[in-house]
């Protein structure tokens, strides 16, 4: 197998772009897609210092590599959960990145700031794991940004996940959440943090394969907590639909966004509306309380 761009052995193929491409090209191929991502959505410049989300996972890592190799000023936040040994090796992982780069890493570990890890938190509040952990993780990429600085957090969602995200959101007829589902949400004119995802353009696979490429020692295994989240159940859908028409991901969920940016009334980006001051934490919230508050006023004392 030939590469398409230069004839070198191929390391990867690429049936939705029904190419082959050598080492070489494919990370560079890599790094185009995530500066197209960047510079099409205008996501942040060379200008801004970006928070990037790293949970120890092939995506965050990846995300992070790249924005350090075109350039731009990064500081990695690790949210370390409780999760026994996972979250311990997970952490391990990054500091070991952020170590070998020279670069600065902030951690922030639930079971020092509140005595419970994520597990404990939804027990005690009688949700499910994955709910509880993403209210938690929105809210201090939020406050950890807004208290030091950052004017955008990248997280290292990618074509797989916000394609799967998308085919919840349609299945359930979530209007709310498909206006919001898009690569930018918008800072709200400083009430927030941008929110960005420069990875959804590439695929898990493209992903994964540049981690191997590039030596990135990442954390393999799934979180405990996932198992029988939806999310997964439609991921296996698109993952079957994937193998029989290659593409389907990449049209499916750019062709979403192409026809929301069409729409006469759609923004350019998502925006959150009638945000106030948390009365409890003052972060940003719709509600008489953020959720994040409403979570932990529930915790046994």
Request: include cysteine; proline fraction near 4%; aromatic fraction near 8%.
């Amino acid at each position: 197998m030939k590469c398409r761009q230069c004839q070198k052995s191929a390391v990867i193929k690429m049936e939705r772009h029904n190419t082959s491409l050598c080492g070489g090209c494919f990370n560079l191929y890599v790094h185009d897609q995530v500066d197209r991502a960047i510079t099409e959505n205008k996501m942040f410049d060379h200008g801004e210092q970006i928070l990037v989300a790293i949970s120890g996972g092939k995506d965050s890592l990846a995300l992070w590599d790249v924005l350090i190799k075109l350039n731009y000023r990064t500081v990695g936040l690790h949210l370390n959960l409780g999760i026994g040994d996972y979250s311990e090796r997970s952490q391990k992982k990054v500091e070991a990145f952020a170590a070998s780069r020279g670069v600065e890493l902030i951690v922030h570990a639930y079971q020092e700031a509140y005595g419970l890890g994520v597990i404990e938190i939804a027990e005690e509040t009688a949700r499910p794991a994955c709910s509880a952990c993403g209210t938690m993780k929105r809210y201090h990429f939020n406050r950890i940004a807004m208290e030091r600085g950052f004017p955008v957090v990248a997280t290292g969602h990618n074509l797989d996940d916000e394609a799967s995200r998308l085919l919840g959101n349609v299945l359930q007829w979530q209007e709310e959440y498909l206006e919001k589902q898009s690569p930018v949400l918008s800072d709200e004119g400083g009430t927030w943090a941008r929110k960005v995802k420069p990875l959804f353009r590439l695929a898990e696979r493209e992903i994964a394969a540049y981690s191997i490429l590039n030596r990135i020692d990442y954390i393999v295994d799934e979180c405990p907590m996932s198992k029988g989240a939806k999310m997964l159940l439609y991921k296996d859908v698109l993952n079957r639909l994937e193998e029989a028409s290659p593409g389907t991901k990449h049209k499916f969920y750019l062709g979403f966004l192409k026809r929301q940016r069409s729409m006469p009334t759609a923004p350019t980006v998502s925006k959150p509306a009638d945000l106030h001051p948390c009365p409890s934490c003052g972060q940003p919230t719709q509600g008489a309380v953020c959720s994040f508050c409403r979570l932990m006023q529930r915790v046994a004392p």
